[in-house]
C-alpha cells in the first residue's frame, strides 16, 4: 500500500500562484492531480507518468505544470494565473503499474486532499 500525502494548498487571489506537493511512501508508475470543488464532480487536472509523458485538462492547460521529483517519490502541481473556478479539494492520485488510459486509469492510490481557494 502507497501512502500519499498531499501539502501546498491555500488561500491566493485571482491571477496569483500556487504549489502543491504529493509526497508518496512506494513506488508509482503514474501520478496524477484530480479536483472536487462543492456540488460538482471530481475531475482529472493532470497527470504524469513513466517516461515523463503529462496530461492536462482543457481547463488548465498553459496556467498548470505537472512535474515529479523521481528521487524523493514527491508530485508537484505549479498552478499559475488561478482563477476563481479552480477553487476545490485537489487530490493527488497514483497507479502502480502503468496505464493504458489516460490520468493513471484506474487509480490505485489517494491521497487525503489539500484545498485551494481562489477569490475574485
Known amino acids: 500500500q502507497v501512502q500519499l500525502v498531499e501539502s501546498g494548498g491555500g488561500s491566493v487571489q485571482a491571477g496569483g500562484s500556487l504549489r502543491l506537493s504529493c509526497a508518496a511512501s512506494?513506488?508509482?508508475?503514474?501520478m496524477g492531480w484530480f479536483r472536487q470543488a462543492p456540488g460538482k464532480q471530481r475531475e482529472a487536472v493532470a497527470y504524469i507518468e513513466f517516461g515523463d509523458t503529462t496530461g492536462y485538462a482543457d481547463s488548465v492547460k498553459d496556467r498548470f505544470i505537472i512535474s515529479k521529483d523521481n528521487a524523493k517519490n514527491t508530485l508537484y502541481l505549479q498552478m499559475n494565473g488561478l482563477k476563481p473556478e479552480d477553487t476545490a479539494m485537489y487530490y493527488c492520485?497514483?497507479?502502480?503499474?502503468?496505464?493504458?488510459?489516460?490520468?493513471?486509469?484506474?487509480?490505485?492510490?489517494w491521497g487525503q486532499g489539500t484545498q485551494v481557494t481562489v477569490s475574485s
Open positions: 512506494g513506488y508509482t508508475s503514474c
Open positions: 492520485a497514483a497507479r502502480r503499474y502503468r496505464s493504458a488510459y489516460s490520468f493513471c486509469a484506474p487509480q490505485d492510490y
